[in-house]
């Protein structure tokens, strides 16, 4: 078994670009448990970074972090998934595709080293503060509030706090309203939500990121 978690950024001048359709998995790939890992007990996370092409196919894989004994099952388990492309203006286009496959032994096969051990199913992510995360999360966009009719007629603006949860993928989880004008409260945080992030990382691995987000309202009287 395996754990995926998809982070996606499309290769265009080497800058984060938000993706409307994120590629989806069509294929899966169980990675092999190497014997040698086997016979010597050893467990360990690795972290892989893919380009999943126009055609939903992997062009390319690299090793970003983990035990060196399991980067050769990585590898050529990425090498085998299949994804439905990634779409950016109606147009298939190339993403980078970030990978976990966690790599366990079953207590039976830690205590008989037996050969029927998999990787297995890792799906706890931590939830960290912005401060204790070693790669900060950053804005792909600023936010985009739309302005509530009701401030617009009695003519002033405002500023809204957020409390918000960054996912690991960059896609806002939640957002709740710390303080700001009644007014200005439902649109920020319809904006804090269609917000998205560069990953926060902490250990060459993303994480959930608690986070304070600002919205701003400047008045405009047109």
């Known amino acids: 078994m395996k754990w ?3 982070t996606l950024l499309v290769l265009f001048a080497c800058s984060p670009i938000v993706v409307p359709e994120k590629p989806t998995i069509v294929t899966q790939a169980v990675p092999v448990y190497p014997e040698s890992a086997r016979q010597e ?3 360990g996370d690795v972290l892989v970074e893919m380009v999943v092409g126009a055609d939903g196919m992997v062009q390319d894989v690299q090793i970003l972090s983990g035990p060196s004994v399991f980067h050769e ?7 085998r998934m299949v994804f439905s492309p990634a779409r950016q203006d109606h147009q298939s286009v190339r993403v980078k595709v970030l990978q976990r496959f966690s790599y366990r032994l079953s207590s039976q096969a830690l205590a008989s080293r037996d050969s029927t051990a998999v990787p297995s199913l ?3 992510i931590p939830l960290l503060e912005y401060a204790e995360v070693e790669v900060k999360p950053f804005p792909v966009g600023p936010p985009v509030p739309e302005f ?19 996912g690991a993928d960059g896609n806002v989880e939640s957002a709740v309203v710390r303080e700001g004008p009644p007014e200005f409260r439902g649109a920020a945080r319809e904006a804090a939500k269609k917000m998205v992030f560069t990953p926060g990382m902490h250990g060459n691995r993303p994480v959930r990121v608690k986070a304070v987000q600002r919205i701003r309202f400047p008045f405009s009287p047109q």
């Open 148 to 166: 509530p009719e009701i401030a617009r007629g009695v003519g002033f603006g405002g500023e809204v706090v957020l409390d918000i949860i960054i």
């Open 73 to 79: 099952s990585a590898r050529e388990a990425a090498a």
């Open 41 to 43: 007990g050893i467990e």
């Open 4 to 6: 995926f978690h998809l």
């Open 122 to 124: 890792n799906e706890e």
